[in-house]
């Protein structure tokens, strides 16, 4: 989950991990173009917070997903300048 959804210049993702693993979380614009990679690595189990920062970033949808042990979750948030 993102919060705050719609945001500027950052917002906050919550990440629940039922195991240690590897994780990857991305954003990608409209097209599918990945934006930028958020965090690309070993995470233990457990609850972990990730900010993203957009402030490079123009005003639009964007998806945030997160991958990992084969699972894979998206979101849509939108960033509002």
Known sequence: ???PNPFNPSTSL???LS???????AVYNIMGQ???TLYDGFMKAG??????NASDATSG???I??????NSSSQK???MK
Do not use: P
Request: aromatic fraction near 14%.
């Open 61 to 63: 949808v964007y998806f």
């Open 34 to 36: 990945e934006v930028e």
């Open 77 to 79: 948030v939108m960033l």
């Open 14 to 16: 919550s990440l629940d």
């Open 65 to 70: 997903r997160a991958e990992s042990a084969g």
């Open 47 to 52: 609850n972990h917070s990730i900010t993203w």
């Open 19 to 25: 195991a240690d693993g590897f994780v990857n979380l």
């Open 1 to 3: 989950k993102a919060y």
